[in-house]
């Protein structure tokens, strides 16, 4: 071969590996460019959902509507995230992202007590009614012309009962649903589920009577500490993802506990929204809503913030006073038209929690499998790796 012909040759193959070179690193920047629009893509739904709802009207928010739509938008999230957290499992494994993953995954665990402990919530809601039904059916003779003392007698028990009770949140209601929770798992009752006094971590599937939500939580919001520059680079940017989703998981459940009376649950849980992240100003704009009518509230003793347990509230006092301003018998005309508005406000009270806390337990329930099969699937994905 000439020297001419073994130079082209040479050169050839010098030609072919650059092009190859070239090929590779344009197929790595076009994943990696593909990788950062999907996590952009995360946190702008992320901020779209959550910004939908901080433009609730105040009548609506923390309401059982409301919380319909903030289980409906967390869920979603959830979604889209085990959807980025599979299609990049690979890297969870690997420093500085598998700390990260690790510390989300052992919040799971934390959260599923804060599920169990807003469906008792739940359950406590239910027993109130229950009372409320027994005034209601006090009231509702066939004729409702005769009213007389038995039907008071029998309303003012059953309200000085549900009083008892809602005045109990704190105390005795702990450990009034402290053994069962037939939504998320069975019970135990051994001696090895005793934690001790001011132990805030439970069992997944029960809530001690030393359990407490605000503790809880307040363990949740410490542990999310945001990732540093030089450490979402390394991760390609996961790291942001990984923390989106436990700060929203974190919300959401503080949300919850707020609006539905939880066991030993106050609003004294500190933390703050970050404002680095586009989401940042929804979730902020809601944290300064739902801290500002927990101040109200708690002025007035409030069991929990949900809108529905403010009217249920209105219609106890309602009836209650009526009952207690009665010492005669037969009815005035205008007692007896006393009566028939205050019966008719319980009835609808009653009516709207009947209708809600059905679909409510469910949609927790599949809150609790969603976060539980997040965790499940990162782990065997974490595994494999």
Known sequence: MSFGGFRRSVMSIGNDRSINQVHSMDVNADSSSEMHCELGSFEHQVFRRFRALSGSSADEVLSLNWVFKLLDAFIACQEDFKVVMLENGADLSNPPLDRFATEFFDMIVKALDICNAVRDGVERIRAWCKHLEIVETAFDSKSRNVIGEGQFRRAKKSLTDLTMLMLDDNKESSCFFAYGNRSFGCPNKGKDNQQKAGHSRSLSWSVPNSWSASKQLQLIANGL??????????????????????????????????????????????????????????????????????????????????????????????????????????????????????????????????????????????VFRKIMSCRTAGLEVMSRA
């Open 225 to 366: 500490i945001p990732p540093r520059g030089h450490e979402v680079s390394a991760a390609n940017g996961l790291a942001n993802a990984v923390y989106t989703m436990g700060f929203v998981l974190m919300f959401v459940l503080w949300a919850l506990a707020s609006a539905i009376p939880c066991q030993d649950r106050s609003f004294q849980v500190h933390f703050s929204v970050p404002r680095q992240f586009s989401w940042g100003t929804p979730l902020n704009s809601l944290h300064t809503r739902i801290m500002d009518e927990s101040k109200k509230r708690e002025r007035k003793n409030g069991v929990g913030l949900l809108k529905e347990i403010q009217q249920m509230e209105k219609s106890i006092n309602l009836v209650t006073d009526l009952v207690d301003s009665v010492n005669q018998f037969p009815l005035t005309e205008e007692q007896k038209e006393e009566v028939r508005t205050a019966v008719q406000e319980v009835s609808q009270v009653c009516n709207v929690f009947k209708n809600g806390l059905d679909p409510l337990e469910r949609q927790l329930r599949e």
